[in-house]
């Protein structure tokens, strides 16, 4: 298929043209602002469906609404009815097309010329009222509060609350584009005369202000947040693509001591934490026990004997391993356990816990093996 993308440089434009590459179409129009005007002839022609996503979102002047956002969807329809080409023509608009606004006017004028060259031509038209979308790519301080509580946060910068109570109701990219696809395929989500996106999330402002915040402490705190829901993980991620390119990078506590040294690496209220060590030829850490805390261990550089003992008896179990086959040891609880190098080189150990080091309630007890 030949498919036509105006507004291609636009946030919702990119992640498309990107996500269309994805899934093997290789022939795509973009279209954009910086396009020669002539080429639009051209890709009516020949086009088989139509993403028109070019619009005016914060023009100087509320004139341009009406230039951007109909005069501009009246030429494309134009062309196509001249070249008799019926492709689809999939219309980005706004759930601001319900309200009498300047730029709600002028959503709902393209959204009704629309329709109308539907009926006039026998295309199909599918027209979806977008909320607030969300993700990467987005340009912040424009028209997106997510993009720009992620950059202002991520850099240190101040953020404007007027009501921290007002209830967002967001979409994120992904979704919208999965939709799109399906759209594509002749599987769009019909809701009366326009087309939805399935799925959306609805929080208060001050509520998005503190998780994108909390979120941007996991580099101090090391605490992951829970992204066991959807919209956590997708706007965690999102979040995370909004960092300055000179920051991606944080330095974790190093503990040394004549042992070699451990670091925390990844701590979670719900999953415990992941920690790293490197340690000196014939050093032995642990000799201890726990009650409830289970650990893993993984070698993944160098030779060690991870021994266990369970403290009512006196039978030493042991298990050598190394590097450069890996293998995960379990930790049980009521077995005093350590892990000896015995290499010519460094050991480097990966340990996850079943629980965040909590230093007035340790559950550590200290028991030679």
Known sequence: MKLLVTGSNGFVGKNLVAELKN????????????????????????CDFVF????????????????????????????????????????????????????????????????????????????????????KWCKPNYNSVVATFCHNIARGLDIQIHDPDVELTLCYIDDVLEEFLNSLDGNETKDGDFCKVPVTHTIKVGELATKIKDFIKNRETLIMPSLENKFDKALYGTLLSYLPEDNFSYHLK????????????????????????????GITRGNHWHHTKVEKFLVIQGEAVIKFRKIDTEEVIEYNVNGDTPEVVDIPVGYTHSITNIGNGELITLFWASEILNPEKKDTYWVEV
């Open 52 to 135: 028109h996503l070019a619009g005016v979102n914060r023009p100087q002047d509320d004139k341009e609404f009406m230039e951007g956002n109909y005069r501009w969807t009246s030429e494309l329809l134009e062309l196509l009815k001249k070249h008799n080409n019926k492709a689809p023509v999939l219309l980005t608009s706004s759930i601001q097309a319900e309200k009498e606004n300047p730029y709600g006017t002028s959503k709902k004028a393209g959204e009704d010329l629309l329709f109308s060259y539907s009926k006039e031509t026998g295309a199909k038209a599918l027209v979806y009222r977008l909320p607030n979308l969300f993700g």
């Open 23 to 46: 899934k093997g179409y290789t022939q795509i129009f973009e279209y954009n602002r910086e396009s020669d005007s002539s080429l639009l002839e051209h890709y009516t022609k020949e």
């Open 254 to 281: 190093k503990n040394e001591d004549d042992r070699g040294w451990l670091a925390e690496f990844i701590k979670s209220n719900s999953m415990g934490q992941i920690f790293i060590s490197k340690t000196k030829p």
